[in-house]
DNA sequence: GGCGATCTGTGCAATATGCGCAGCCGTGAT
DNA sequence: ATCACGGCTGCGCATATTGCACAGATCGCC
């Protein structure tokens, strides 16, 4: 990636504006804004179109939904197995919410959620059970020191022209 | 967190149709979902007061926003300072992109991206010299297995009642 | 049975949307 | 200097949506 994919400061004013108001329609937009009604959706339709927006859907909380333990697991894979393979397995377990391969000690390292400590077990296990994975070091996350953000960086990215 | 909180096969159609079509609009759901124009405006409403919807704002992929670099960074922190504090400040740095006091050999489990695998490194001398930082343990993450996603955990929410 | 919560369908005025169009401006290539 | 292109602008139009309100029906609980 290098700075043809990076944003400008009406792309972040336009993503920090859809943050703080997400229903707020294209055409007040324009009118925050200052531009044209045609260019807020022509900036729209970019940022989704390379990926910088990846979605307007709902950003679901697992714990309100009722799965308020979180923990970060790090698999250990058998080698013969494969990174794919896991991954389509753990892919099936609903409380796995992202996968990364890592450096490190560990090759996969997983956000897992559940209602319980003790359901964490239960999801652990299942996500041992899968085949291709060894072992599994477990870190609970206790408290959202910082909640997920990225606002700052579309500010520092627009910044940087 | 208890069943009260959670959702029934409604909300998580609702939450499925939103994440497929973000830019839908209330009359179209409630023609899809087979519901009055109300319930989904009141569905809608109540899913945001009890925080199960966090936000419909943009969701921004860093990488494609230019920072295709991203890390888990453990800390150990200083006992004196406290967690709040120390959070507070990494905070200000943009590429923190969120954090977590954690069970294990660390304290604080960070999500930090950056351009290239050197601005890594100074944004990690930026972490590590905000008060209370002790020390850094860095694992890259190489690949996206699973991308970050809640919709399993929906439907297994609402289908548990 | 009574009550409260929820859902339903309807109506209305105001507003927005998707789409298209012509014109203007800045930039880069020739 | 000229031309082509991309981006922005303002405008128009037919259609659709929205926010809000309301009355009635249904359901679950006490």
Same mark, same amino acid.
């Given at each position: 990636?290098?700075? /043809?994919?990076?944003?400008?400061?009406?792309?972040?004013?336009?993503?920090?504006?859809?943050?703080? /108001? %997400?229903?707020?329609?294209?055409?007040?937009?324009? +009118?925050?804004?200052? #531009?044209? @009604?045609?260019?807020?959706?022509?900036?729209?339709?970019?940022?989704?179109? @390379?990926?910088?927006?990846?979605?307007?859907? %709902?950003?679901?909380?697992?714990?309100?939904?009722?799965? %308020?333990?979180?923990?970060?697991?790090?698999?250990?894979?058998?080698?013969? #197995?494969?990174?794919?393979?896991?991954?389509? @397995?753990?892919?099936?377990?609903?409380?796995?919410?992202?996968?990364?391969?890592?450096?490190?000690?560990?090759?996969?390292?997983?956000?897992?959620?559940?209602?319980?400590?003790?359901?964490?077990?239960?999801?652990?296990? @299942?996500?041992?059970?899968? /085949?291709?994975?060894? +072992?599994?070091?477990? #870190?609970?996350?206790?408290?959202?020191?910082?909640?997920? +953000?990225?606002? %700052?960086?579309?500010?520092?990215?627009?910044?940087?022209?």
């Amino acid at each position: 990636m290098n700075n /043809e994919t990076s944003i400008d400061e009406l792309d972040a004013r336009l993503i920090a504006l859809l943050d703080a /108001e %997400p229903r707020i329609g294209v055409l007040e937009c324009s +009118r925050r804004l200052g #531009v044209a @009604r045609g260019t807020v959706q022509a900036r729209l339709d970019k940022l989704v179109a @390379r990926g910088v927006v990846r979605s307007f859907g %709902p950003q679901v909380d697992p714990a309100a939904l009722g799965y %308020p333990v979180m923990a970060f697991v790090t698999l250990e894979l058998r080698q013969a #197995v494969g990174h794919d393979a896991v991954a389509k @397995r753990l892919a099936l377990i609903p409380e796995v919410l992202e996968a990364h391969t890592v450096t490190g000690t560990g090759d996969l390292l997983c956000r897992i959620v559940a209602r319980t400590n003790a359901e964490l077990q239960g999801v652990i296990d @299942r996500v041992l059970s899968s /085949e291709g994975v060894l +072992r599994a070091e477990t #870190v609970i996350a206790l408290a959202e020191q910082i909640q997920h +953000r990225t606002l %700052p960086l579309v500010s520092e990215a627009a910044g940087n022209l």
